[in-house]
């Protein structure tokens, strides 16, 4: 069965500061998606970043990069240059796509606080 | 253009009541799929319509139920309410559904749904 793990319940960081946070799946899938999602206070879930299984290259989306590594099973986010307004919750989910079902797993969240 | 929208933003019922939930898809998009989101218990699949047919459902008893219309939008109903059904129910709509490989789900801002 798939699975998500973010192994960082929070994450501080400086504005103006790059951070990573981690993301690793287990899928016996050799076809799934990947997809970060951000979620402020107000709930609504943001879509930011999608890598597949393969793609040659890593999922870039402005200041949003997905560092892919598929022999560790990681794909972690990685925000350059942070912004007070990054402060949210981050999630990572997965999709196989072989199954048919379009249902995507996410991992319990990381809590990001970015600090002036 | 329109984000995926939902109503109500809350809603608060007491223990046997029946809450229904709704939700408005992205303009184009055919799938919805339904997500409960409960503290403690993180981002829960529950179900996905496609093209006015259920698709897939997740591991919730079937008090949990819905349907979408013509229209492509959606209802979930929840009956017999159950203190903790308390969650924040977040509906997604994507592109292709069935009709892609990987498809990318976007969020509305949820119906928080608290029972008394």
């Known amino acids: 069965a798939q699975k998500i793990t973010q192994t960082q319940p929070g994450m501080f960081v400086q504005e103006k500061e790059a951070v990573t946070l981690d993301c690793t799946y287990d899928?016996?899938?050799?076809?799934?998606?990947l997809f970060w999602y951000k979620q402020p206070s107000s709930g609504e879930m943001i879509f930011l970043i999608y890598q597949g299984s393969y793609d040659q290259q890593n999922a870039t989306e402005g200041r949003y990069s997905l560092n892919f590594q598929k022999a560790r099973k990681s794909a972690n986010l990685v925000i350059s240059a942070s912004q007070l307004g990054d402060s949210a919750m981050y999630f990572c989910?997965?999709?196989?796509?072989?199954?048919?079902?379009?249902?995507?797993?996410f991992g319990t969240g990381t809590r990001l606080l970015v600090s002036p | 253009e329109a984000g995926v929208t939902q109503s109500p933003t809350h809603l608060i019922k007491t223990r046997g009541q029946q809450a229904t939930l709704r939700c408005s898809p992205i303009s184009g998009h055919t799938s919805v799929y339904w997500y409960q989101q409960a503290l403690g218990l993180g981002l829960q699949f529950l179900l996905w319509y496609d093209e006015g047919e259920e698709r897939n459902r997740g591991n919730f008893p079937p008090r949990f139920s819905g349907r979408q219309f013509p229209n492509y939008s959606s209802e979930l109903n929840v009956n017999a309410l159950e203190l903790e059904d308390s969650a924040l129910y977040l509906c997604?709509?994507?592109?292709?559904?069935?009709?892609?490989?990987?498809?990318?789900?976007?969020f509305g801002p949820g119906t928080r749904l608290t029972v008394l």
């Open positions: 989910a997965m999709r196989e796509t072989n199954t048919g079902f379009q249902k995507l797993v």
């Open positions: 997604a709509s994507s592109l292709m559904g069935l009709r892609a490989g990987t498809d990318t789900q976007y």
């Open positions: 899928t016996s899938d050799p076809s799934y998606g």
